[in-house]
């Protein structure tokens, strides 16, 4: 026979001393026909309960430290991968802007991030070599530019026999200067008769020729120039196009974070409905731990109590009287039986009425 979870009833505790307030007892019962005896016993749901209350906030303890730990590694992952290599970049960027094009760029990743900083070691590279070229091109235009100024307080033109054909206004200002002071080695000379005159013209010819090697070499820097500014603005492009990745990154990485979110707010939903199952768990071992110790009680006290009993082997068959040697302190006597009796008759045990709960109810011992 199994054992029975009969009745959950409130009872007062009277054994206690000044305990007055009703608790909840758990009563389990084994009835015994053959014996005309009902075995009870109980404890109360509160110390039942203790164990589940325990584990209950054992796990959720354990829950909310591994939400905890979960976010902090979280924060610290996306701080390493994702907030400082941006950081690192906006140094850079800050040090370009300033002119500085020495800065130290770390190019070993190989995602994202990794791309954008290549990149942006490549612009850095790029306005390095083009920042030269330009100062170098500045250079060849300022002498460009003084031999020009040179050219243009002494030009004079003339054709291939000598004859001055044409002189600018600085020249024949000058010569108008110094009319007096020319005459003096040359009498009769004149600053407005020069045109039309002689001269040699041998270093306004070298002034030429440097001239036009100086303008030949400007063009083929400032060609050079024009090159790496299309290259320039190529790498600029893709400066936008890898910020353009990196924006599309930073959003994947907000919706996986409101993802997360969403996946801890189901977690800890999951946690909760695992604690509620839990305690369900924890009272029903509770209960089954109370049950199998009561039935073993209960199954030690009745061999104890079979053991006094003697039965004569060569008496008839049928049932035979036994004498009541001592009763058990934890069993109650089943209805109609008398308590100061000393012999049991088989025919009053064969009337026995099965033992129910709505006959028990009034004969309960009160523990």
Known sequence: MGALIALVQRACDCNLIGETRPRTKVVYYEPLPEWGRLLAGGAYDDELRHDGIVLRN???????????????????????????????????????????????????????IGALLRALDAMQTSLATRTEADARTANEALRIKRALDKASTNMMVADKDGTIVYMNDAVTAMMRSAEDAMRQDLPGFRADGLLGSHFEAQRSAEAATEIKRLISDSVARVDGGVTLAKEAGQSMHEIVASFQQVAGLVTEIADASREQSTGIAQVSEAVMQMDDVTQQNAALVAEAAAAAKSLEEQARTLAGTVAVFKVERDLAPGPASARTVARPSNAAFAPGEASTATRAKPAMMRRLPAPAVSSVEDEWEHF
């Open 58 to 112: 054992i796990t959720l303890g354990a829950a909310l430290a591994m939400m905890v730990i979960l976010s902090a590694l979280l924060y610290l992952m996306t701080r390493r991968l994702v907030a400082r290599p941006l950081q690192t970049a906006m140094r850079v960027f800050g040090r370009i802007g300033e002119g500085h094009y020495d800065n130290r760029i770390t190019t070993d990743r190989r995602d994202e």
